[in-house]
């Protein structure tokens, strides 16, 4: 039996030692491409068995050093971390599969630093997911920005580049100008910054501090995407698609409403937030970017900025459902977190397939396409469905305790919010699924025929379909890890 | 007495005898050799002093036996045993680098004269540091500052004769105010201890002569610090020195020179009646924003790298500033912590902008395009310092910036933190300037051919930088030695 700190911190370390073997691989792309499904196999194997721990109620620790007096890197894996480290580390592997095919199937350039920098990006995900105090997850957060800017820029273009700029702009502007101050603010004035069960800020801060701290807090944490400070995401579109798919519907982005929520359960404690005021400022806003998202994404005809703004849409369902504080919601915004993952995951993986198979980018050119790529179309109604949130698909699950949270809590504006936002989603979703399957290819398209993406890309959206629907039938992991999180 | 009690006098000596036996011998490599021997030994000197200041508190040492006040004092204490030690140790990294550098930037048959140079401007910094005297310490700093306008004026750019001379003219205006601020208060006190005439001060509560002397000496020292606004002479002096120059200089001159202006604010006006009238703090915090922003802003608009990191210190130097404006032990802290950081990543930084100089024939942004390609490992180098600069966690520009917001949160002074970190973010424009042109654009046709510097330029510059990663890592000898000397300089015992 091994040690849980050995876990955590082989867990930690296995992405970066991956990234020098796969850099040293650099020349034999075979050898290069074992080497990033070996390290995420492994990575897997060493999350996992954390699982069993968290769930018998353990919080397995592990401290490395104090960088400044008092402020330790230290790791703690509680439920909530537990869950979104699984995420990752799972999607890590059928993406590695995905990227192997799209990468070799486009012929893109600089593979070697791509795979480095995405096993980076990964490292720093679990950093993330495992950080046992502001300090820590602040240090890996701004790690992930940096690792993943190379990604976003991968074409050089000039178009990448500005895309390149707007996504560190906001990322660094929000973490260095709100996040930075909001945690040395926390550290002075509860002279800890570890993420604790009911919060460490409860009867030290005015009315008014708190909620201007909360405030530091959410536009702070930029990779949540929270209007007005969510246009990094569909700038960041511009990187290859597997970086879309895994880093900005999963690692990225989850990073960011993970934090949101680790911050106001742990930081601050739903119970001092509803004695001081709450959040309802929080959830207007969350509310607000809901619905803005789902008109702008209505009128894309590009593809990914449909799905990007499709994301910023449903990260606010997590930051909409913590910003309610009650039991139920915080339950859903977990459980969503897994929910919008593996659902996100196959829409972009199906996107990357169109674009591999039949270089295609925009809705409008998708007439008919079902019909020579049923598999991918198939996957893609699959993610669609759980975007809606309908049943089988994850998406109905966390929507229906979000439903829950919300009646019970009496917030009918939100929940008035979640019927819209189900009916525009509804709305750019289906018409894809519709013309895919049920219009006819347009003449051009008979002159250029094309089948399913390469294998190994087909398996990999396969495989996350599947997943939705697992998710549907056998929730009972995320909501047990879920119902640990609030028991404490 | 045996020999660990004389180290503070060697402390000087050794590099000061190291220049004219490097004369004497008229070859470059004795003299490389003897030059190296000297900082080297000067840097275990001062290691070795700073353990003993460590374990056992002040040092002080009487030269010739004259006992202080009457003679001179060498003074060591946990500020200046740590700006010894990081004086020392950049002469000890940058010498090596030297040898390889100055091949091709200076005339082959005056680099012993080089060697003779760098070992008196060392042991002027080392001297400002450890006297206990203010004329000596006046003494000192016009030996440093004399051979570095001779560095300076050494750069194969035609332009460093030009920079030299402004510099000569401005460091001389400092150098006069400095020596008239210690004549006033030679008068006023009758003694040139710097902790004998703290004392004395004491008891004057309202003499204009002691206004005046501060008021010359902080003009003076600013001048030499480059404070905004008396920073004109910085950014032409580190773009046209000789590469290892401009290193050697971004790191230590302008720090030495903080610790003097720290000496003379602390131990000797610190406790006088008379400091407190001025609004010392509100003119410090004024000067410290404007160079923050003012000076950020220029650098953006450079196109030479030398020139736009020379901003950029100027810029940091405002940072210092600001810590010393909030007059409490953090912001203190934050001081002396940046004063380290800042100095080992601007150091680095110039070391490998003088590497790609050597490999790609310039730094301005034009020429060294797509240097990301041809010198991958210098170039993630630059991108390591500039992260530093901008003060992203794990390097050691992030401690400064921490315990800075921290001293702004303690006097709660929210605007100010949002002023320090809204700065930040003007380093992340220069900073990606860089990057994007590094990354982004193809190498100039004639410099594909352009190869990775020789280990002789990349060791020494690595060693900086991984000091400029480990002082973001562990922080215990920085933040440890820096609270230290912030109590001490505050009279607080923690």
Known sequence: ?488 | MSFAEHLPVLQVVVPLVSAPLAVLFRDRLAAFLLVLAGSWAAFAISILLWLQVRESGIISYAIGSWPAPWGIEYRVDALSSLVLMLVSGVGAVVLPYCRSSIVREIRPDTHYLFYAMFALCLTGLLGITITGDAFNLFVFLEISSLSSYVLIALGKDRRALVASYQYLIMGTIGATFIVIGVGLLYVKTGTLNLADMGVRLQDMTSHRPVLAALAFLTVGISLKLALFPLHQWLPNAYAYAPSAVSAFLAATATKVSVYALLRFYFSVFGETAIFKQLPMEDLMLVLALAGMFVASTVAIFQNNLKRLFAYSSVAQIGYIALGISFDSVTGLTATIVHLVNHAVTKGSLFLLLGAVMASMGGVTLARVQGVGRVMPVTTFGIVLCGLSLIGVPGTAGFVSKWYLILAALEKGQWWLVFLIVLSSLLAVVYVWRFVEAAYFRAPRADLLQAREASLGLAIPAWILVGATIWFGVDTSVTVGSAAAAANMLLGVTP
């Not at chain 1, 194997?45 to 490395?64: D, I």
């Open chain 1, 1 to 488: 039996m091994i040690g849980s700190e050995t876990l955590i911190l082989a867990s930690l370390s296995l992405p970066i030692v991956g990234a020098g073997a796969i850099a040293l691989c650099g020349r034999l792309p075979n050898l290069r491409e074992a080497a990033t499904l070996i390290t995420a196999a492994l990575l897997l194997s060493c999350v996992a068995p954390l699982l069993p721990m968290v769930l018998a109620g353990e919080r397995p620790a592990l401290m490395l050093f104090e960088m400044l007096p008092g402020l330790p890197i230290a790791f703690t894996v509680e439920p909530l971390g537990m869950l979104f480290a699984l995420v990752a580390s799972g999607l890590w592997i059928v993406n590695s599969l995905y990227s192997i095919g799209y990468m070799r199937g486009n012929n893109e350039e600089k593979q070697t630093r791509f795979y480095v920098c995405f096993a980076l990006a990964i490292a720093a995900a679990i950093g993330i997911a495992f950080a046992g105090n502001v300090f820590t997850l602040f240090v890996f957060y701004e790690l992930l920005t940096l690792v993943t800017y190379p990604l976003v820029t991968h074409h050089g273009t000039d178009k990448a580049k500005a895309g390149g700029r707007t996504y560190l702009g906001i990322l660094i502007g929000t973490s260095v100008v709100f996040l930075l101050p909001a945690l040395v603010f926390t550290w002075y004035v509860a002279g800890t910054t570890d993420f604790t069960p009911g919060g460490i800020l409860g009867g030290k801060l005015s009315d008014v501090a708190l909620a201007g701290l909360l405030f530091l807090y959410m536009f702070g944490i930029g990779k949540a995407a929270l209007m007005p400070f969510h246009r990094w995401l569909p700038a960041a579109m511009v990187a290859p698609t597997p970086v879309s798919a895994l880093l900005h519907a999963v690692a990225v982005v989850k990073a960011g409403v993970f934090s949101v929520v680790k911050v106001i359960v742990y930081v601050f404690g739903a119970d001092t937030l509803v004695a001081q005021g709450g959040a309802d400022w929080l959830t207007a806003i969350a509310g607000f970017t809901i619905i803005a998202a789902s008109i702008v994404a209505l009128r894309a005809d590009n593809l990914k900025r449909r799905l990007a703004y499709s994301t910023i849409g449903q990260l606010s369902y997590v930051i909409l459902a913590a910003a309610l504080l009650t039991p139920l919601s915080l339950a859903a915004a977990a459980l969503h977190i897994a929910a919008h993952a593996v659902g996100k995951i196959t829409l972009f993986f199906a996107a990357g397939a169109i674009y591999t198979a039949a270089h295609k980018t925009n809705v409008s050119e998708l007439d008919g396409i079902g019909r020579r790529m049923p598999w991918t179309m198939g996957a893609f109604a699959i993610g669609a469905l759980s975007m809606i949130g309908l049943p089988p698909a994850a998406g109905f699950v966390s929507k229906w305790y979000l439903l829950s949270g919300a009646m019970g809590a009496g917030e009918w504006a939100v929940v008035a919010v979640l019927l819209a936002s189900t009916l525009l989603n509804a709305g750019y979703f289906v018409p894809i699924v519709y013309r895919a399957f049920f219009r006819p290819p347009s003449a051009e398209d008979e002159h250029h025929p094309h089948g399913e993406a390469p294998l190994l890309m087909v398996v990999a959206l396969t495989t996350t379909a599947a997943a939705t629907l697992a998710l549907f039938f056998f929730p009972g992991v995320p909501l047990a890890l879920a119902q640990q999180m609030l028991g404490g």
